[in-house]
Structure formats: structure tokens, C-alpha cells
């Protein structure tokens, strides 16, 4: 059973940064796209960032210019450097990854944006 396992969320305030973090043991991470998603309370789960195996990255309009994703093949894992944070960034925030059939999710973790 894979699991991936996010961390370094937490509550900010607005203007702050963090950088999440999602371990993937157990797959062949570097044939895999790997994707932030978040989902805020009362809304639907949302695509924030994905970064394909070749390193191709693709955002979420609303967080252009301001997150950037990125992975290390030897580490297994993939970041979520998140800047200029503001209240609508509050969510859960999970990784996943995918390959043809296989599609694995993290259990998510808690970034809250407030003063």
C-alpha cells in the first residue's frame, strides 16, 4: 500500500510563506507527475500545482506568481513553496501521484491563513 506522507503546514499570517512537503516511499517517484491539491471547507477539492516526471510544472490561475512546486528525485519528494499567502489559501492541502492507472493521495495537512 502506498502512501505518501505531506508535511509543513500550519497557520500563517497573511503575507507569510511556508513549504510543504510530500515524502512518496514505495513508488518509482521519478516516473510519476506529481500534483499539490487543496480543498477549502464547503468547497471541492482543487488542482493548486502538478510537476510532471520531465519537471514540466502547471498552476492554478489563482496562485501564479506566488507558489512554485518542485521535486527531488533523490529524496523521493515534492515541494510546495507557497509566498505572499493570503486568507482564500486556507485549505487541506494534499499531494498525489499518478501514472496511467495508478493515482495515490496523501492524507493532507492543515494550512491555515489568518492574522
Known amino acids: 500500500q502506498v502512501q505518501l506522507v505531506e508535511s509543513g503546514g500550519g497557520l500563517v499570517q497573511p503575507g507569510g510563506s511556508l513549504r510543504l512537503s510530500c515524502v512518496a516511499p514505495g513508488i518509482i517517484f521519478s516516473i510519476y507527475t506529481m500534483g499539490w491539491y487543496r480543498q477549502a471547507p464547503g468547497k471541492q477539492r482543487e488542482l493548486v500545482a502538478i510537476i510532471t516526471s520531465g519537471g514540466s510544472t502547471n498552476y492554478a490561475d489563482s496562485v501564479k506568481g506566488r507558489f512554485t512546486i518542485s521535486r527531488d528525485y533523490a529524496k523521493n519528494t515534492v515541494y510546495l513553496q507557497m509566498n505572499s499567502l493570503n486568507v482564500e489559501d486556507t485549505a487541506v492541502y494534499y499531494c498525489?501521484?499518478?501514472?496511467?492507472?495508478?493515482?495515490?493521495w496523501g492524507q493532507g495537512t492543515q494550512v491555515t491563513v489568518s492574522s
Open positions: 498525489r501521484a499518478q501514472r496511467l492507472q495508478s493515482d495515490y
